[in-house]
């Protein structure tokens, strides 16, 4: 039977038991435990999942036949690669980067992406552009989790890491605001489009996969940099 919008919503939510948040490294992260280097390894890891995130939502935008989707889709781009006076979340980041110690155009030649970090994210990517253009958008939830995760770090970073220059952590404040309208309208068209029960499952299934890519991504990290899992 299919599931009522407000169940395959709460269906939807459940799913947050498994977000990153809860992975060991982001609770060291999060704890004050963290070592320089694993925080250092950790941004520069990640900038490669921010450089991609404009490609996947490219990949969006390429097998979209509708135009009023595409008008909101395509701010996403405009939100990671800047546009006009603002420098974008991608240039947030590399200031973070800058904020930990790194250097940017080292963090820029991908120079210590891990392979298992970089297999996840091409593996997301690839999703994208291969899968029909609703179930990319479907992918996208794992943003009904984000303000909570940039919350904690803007709650606790600064107390536990005061060699961080708090101007670092502009990226994590322009997310709290930004990831929640996003996922307005995610949230909206996913419950108007898989309105069959198999179509619902199929969405549980969409989600699941990208919040393997983000648990991914935080274990090949955590054996690098020796975060006990």
């Not at 250092?40 to 490669?48: E, F, P």
């Not at 997301?124 to 919350?151: D, G």
């Not at 699941?208 to 899992?229: E, G």
Request: glycine share 6%.
């Amino acid at each position: 039977m299919t599931w009522s919008r407000s169940e395959f919503e709460a269906q939807l939510r459940k799913q947050g038991s498994a977000y990153h948040i809860h992975h060991p490294y982001n609770v060291l992260l999060n704890s004050g435990a963290a070592t320089r280097e694993q925080i250092q390894g950790w941004v520069a890891n990640r900038y490669y999942y921010q450089i991609s995130i404009p490609i996947k939502d490219a990949a969006v935008l390429a097998n979209c036949p509708d135009r009023a989707v595409r008008r909101n889709w395509v701010q996403r781009i405009l939100d990671h690669d800047g546009y006009g006076e603002d420098p974008g979340g991608i240039d947030s980041w590399l200031r973070l980067a800058e904020a930990v110690g790194l250097e940017r155009g080292a963090v820029e030649s991908l120079g210590q992406v891990l392979p298992g970090v970089r297999f996840a994210v091409d593996a997301y990517v690839n999703f994208a552009r291969r899968a029909p253009w609703q179930e990319a958008i479907c992918s996208s939830l794992t943003e009904m989790f984000a303000p909570e995760i940039h919350k904690q770090r803007l709650a606790n970073w600064p107390e536990h890491y005061p060699w961080i220059d708090s101007a670092g952590l502009h990226y994590f404040q322009s997310r709290v605001s930004l990831a929640r309208r996003d996922v307005e309208f995610g949230l909206a068209f996913t419950l108007d489009h898989f309105d069959t029960r198999p179509l619902q499952e199929r969405a549980i299934e969409i989600l699941k996969f990208k919040l393997d890519v983000l648990w991914q991504m935080s274990d090949a990290m955590a054996l690098r940099y020796k975060v006990p899992t």
